[in-house]
């Protein structure tokens, strides 16, 4: 019998501040809408009583009470979270086998940013640490602990939007803390602004399995009223298959099936402007499970926003869309649970092992998998001394099996390491993290 997962993927950045001006400066953005900010003109546009030349429906979505009722602060997330969590609210929302919601958090670091005027919480862990305390706390053992990135501005400003991975030295680094300072490193992946590009295609294709970016729409044409997601602005998955079926990308475009190695799933938005969920398209996903493909209907949101009603509507959504396909069995699901059970792969005990041996002017680290790893190697992580977070490429023996590194004067000194880590994935996600001192004495060894 065909199974639909229900995959709640949200992007999980902590408070999110706007004032009044900033709230005008997106209208002007999106819309292109030069009005003077106040209280008055904004109550205004939200009773769509000012002549905006056409965009009187945008900008009144864009005001809605909806959308600028933010969780501004850490206390306010936390109000929202200890509900969402609760047996009680999960099980409110059960799937057809009557089990609770299950949340995906896709979390993201906040930094290498030197003006914060939306008041996000900056610094490495920060957002990924409140989690695995709250997530403990309430004892929400199944949900999923995912990855989120938010290339660097231009100009380091916290609150503008970029898509250049090459130009974020903090993409490296932060993965590099996460597996030295936090025994993590990720599988499954959500893009910040709905946003790839050849280099983040390309980087992905090293390291992460599960790809949840696609966000084509069936018939999307652009919409010139919204300036920042028009001809591709933002979010352009245009080229990309729009039927809730996976696929491997094309290695010079993201958006075509070919043969790459990971796998895009495909992520509709709830409680915002755009590309959202609604019953059409969860129709076509239970068409689909219906004609015998197991299928993963996925939505994002954002935990600065309310996201209880974004639950109940899409929850209300499934169930009524449901009666009309008694067969299809539909479930809640991690991310990653997920795409195992519909890519049919297995849990295996994949591992690392790493040696170092003293050379006479270095340290030569020999790394071997039992079997072969996702991509050609793993991510190498160096912690030194001085606090530094550094990563570089292995020589690669054998490709996904068998890699070395030497410590010297022409790569890093062994006498600055505080300590080293390696993380990798295989083909099925199965994630393994190894960190040890510059002695090869094994600190920790953690499959994921």
């Known amino acids: 019998m065909s199974k639909l997962y229900l995959v709640h993927a949200i992007d999980t950045e902590g408070p999110l501040y706007e004032s009044i001006e900033a709230t005008f400066e997106r209208l002007e953005k999106i819309a292109g809408l030069q009005l003077e900010a106040s209280a008055v003109n904004l109550e205004k546009i939200k009773n769509k009583e000012l002549d905006l030349n056409g965009h009187e429906d945008l900008a009144a979505l864009i005001t809605s009470e909806q959308l600028l009722n933010y969780n501004d602060t850490w206390d306010k997330v936390d109000q929202m979270l200890y509900e969402l969590l609760s047996p009680e609210f999960r099980q409110r929302y059960a799937d057809s086998l009557a089990n609770g919601w299950i949340y995906s958090w896709f979390v993201v670091d906040h930094v290498g940013f030197k003006t914060n005027p939306r008041r996000r919480d900056i610094g490495y862990h920060n957002?990924?640490?409140?989690?695995?305390?709250?997530?403990?706390?309430?004892?929400?053992?199944?949900?999923?602990?995912?990855?989120?990135?938010?290339?660097?501005?231009?100009?380091?400003?916290?609150?503008?939007?970029?898509?250049?991975?090459?130009?974020?030295?903090?993409?490296?680094?932060?993965?590099?803390?996460?597996?030295?300072?936090?025994?993590?490193?990720?599988?499954?992946?959500?893009?910040?602004?709905?946003?790839?590009?050849?280099?983040?295609?390309?980087?992905?294709?090293?390291?992460?399995?599960f790809d949840y970016g696609n966000q084509a729409i069936a018939g999307e044409a652009n919409d010139p009223k919204q300036n920042d997601v028009s001809a591709g602005r933002l979010g352009d998955w245009r080229r990309a298959i729009n039927d809730w079926s996976p696929y491997k990308p094309s290695h010079d475009d993201y958006q075509i099936a070919g043969n790459c190695n990971r796998t895009i799933f495909r992520c509709l938005n709830v409680g915002t402007r755009f590309k959202l969920l609604d019953e059409q398209e969860v129709r076509r996903a239970f068409a689909r499970a219906h004609a015998g493909k197991d299928t993963i209907l996925a939505f994002t949101n954002h935990d600065f926003r309310d996201m209880r009603?974004?639950?109940?509507?899409?929850?209300?959504?499934?169930?009524?869309?449901?009666?009309?396909?008694?067969?299809?069995?539909?479930?809640?699901?991690?991310?990653?649970?997920?795409?195992?059970?519909?890519?049919?792969?297995?849990?295996?005990?994949?591992?690392?092992?790493?040696?170092?041996?003293?050379?006479?002017?270095?340290?030569?680290?020999?790394?071997?998998?039992?079997?072969?790893?996702?991509?050609?190697?793993?991510?190498?992580?160096?912690?030194t001394k001085d606090k530094r977070y550094l990563s570089d490429n292995f020589d690669l023996q054998t490709p996904k099996r068998h890699w070395t590194y030497v410590f010297d004067q022409d790569s890093i000194m062994p006498d600055s390491i505080d300590s080293i880590g390696i993380a990798s994935n295989d083909q099925n996600g199965n994630t393994f993290v190894i960190n040890l001192k510059a002695d090869g004495t094994i600190i920790s060894q953690t499959s994921l």
């Open 309 to 383: 009603n974004d639950v109940e509507y899409v929850h209300k959504l499934v169930s009524k869309v449901a009666k009309d396909y008694p067969e299809v069995i539909w479930q809640h699901s991690g991310a990653k649970e997920a795409a195992q059970q519909v890519l049919e792969l297995k849990k295996k005990d994949f591992r690392l092992s790493a040696q170092i041996t003293k050379l006479a002017n270095g340290l030569h680290l020999d790394v071997k998998a039992n079997y072969p790893s996702f991509g050609p190697q793993p991510f190498l992580a160096v912690k």
């Open 127 to 209: 957002v990924y640490d409140h989690y695995k305390f709250i997530l403990k706390e309430t004892n929400s053992l199944q949900d999923e602990i995912n990855w989120h990135f938010h290339p660097a501005s231009r100009y380091q400003e916290a609150h503008i939007c970029a898509t250049n991975y090459i130009n974020s030295p903090h993409l490296y680094e932060g993965l590099a803390r996460g597996i030295i300072d936090r025994q993590f490193f990720p599988s499954t992946f959500r893009p910040g602004f709905h946003a790839e590009r050849p280099d983040a295609h390309w980087f992905l294709e090293q390291w992460i399995p």
